[in-house]
């Protein structure tokens, strides 16, 4: 069955460096998305993605995010200089279509801690 | 404010035993409504999906209720198992929005014992 995948499954870093997310959607799937969960708390919406450009983005994803389908396979989330607060499970998922019915499948997350 | 609510916050049952979650919203105006498993590490799993006109829906030994009229649903599970074990998470989205209508509960944590 086909999955979505994320690497790495944690990543460690330290305050103000860059890091960069990776994401495998499903492979005939056309939107992607972001997502975030501090730990104890709800899964927020960061951005959405489609046709190699972005169609949503929530005030979480400042400045500091941005997104990006460098192939045809890879949909990567970067953090510019990252801050305590953004340690978090961040979750990928994609979807067939764009509709508000449409069923996202999400990714098994990467854990970002930041030092 | 959208707002989902969920309860309760955590759960402990024994294997066999059934067991009913609580989700209430202020969504509006009102498009779905998603239950979703997830497991502990691991991203959430789609349960079901319901819209306005859909008042249950099941997925094996989950049931899911909808009352579009007192914003409530809940998720029924039947002959709980081990596996069962994971938080569930409500998650409303409201209507005209894209991904970033989705509004998402806290979830219950849900823990079988043998």
């Known amino acids: 069955e086909p999955e979505v995948t994320q ?8 305050m103000g460096q860059e890091v960069i997310l990776r994401c495998v959607p499903i492979s005939n799937h056309l939107y992607f998305y972001w997502y975030r969960q501090i730990l104890g ?9 489609y046709n190699n450009e972005i169609s949503e983005k929530s005030e979480i994803f400042d400045d500091q995010f941005s997104v990006e389908r460098p192939d045809g396979s890879n949909f990567t989330l970067k953090i510019r200089s990252t801050k305590l607060e953004d340690s978090a499970m961040y979750f990928c998922a994609s979807s067939a ?11 098994p997350g990467t854990r970002l801690t930041v030092l | 404010k959208n707002q989902v609510e969920q309860s309760p916050q955590s759960l402990i049952i024994l294997e066999g035993k059934n067991c009913t979650l609580q989700c209430n919203y ?5 498009s779905n409504l998603r239950w979703y498993k997830q497991d502990t590490g691991r991203g959430p799993v789609s349960l079901t999906i319901m819209t306005f006109s859909e008042n249950t829906k099941s997925n094996g030994r989950y049931t899911a209720t909808l009352d579009a009229d007192t914003k409530q649903s809940s998720l029924h599970i039947t002959a709980s198992q081990l596996s069962d074990s994971a938080s569930y998470i409500c998650v409303v989205m409201y209507s005209g929005g894209g991904a970033d209508g989705l509004t998402f509960g806290k979830g219950t944590h849900l823990i079988i014992q043998p």
Not at chain 1, 41 to 49: P, R, T
Not at chain 2, 26 to 30: I, Q, R
């Open chain 2, 26 to 30: 202020t969504v509006s105006p009102f």
């Open chain 1, 41 to 49: 708390q709800k899964v927020e919406f960061l951005v959405s993605f």
């Open chain 1, 97 to 107: 279509a764009g509709s508000s019915y449409n069923e996202q499948f999400f990714g």
């Open chain 1, 7 to 14: 690497t790495p499954s944690h990543q460690v870093t330290q």
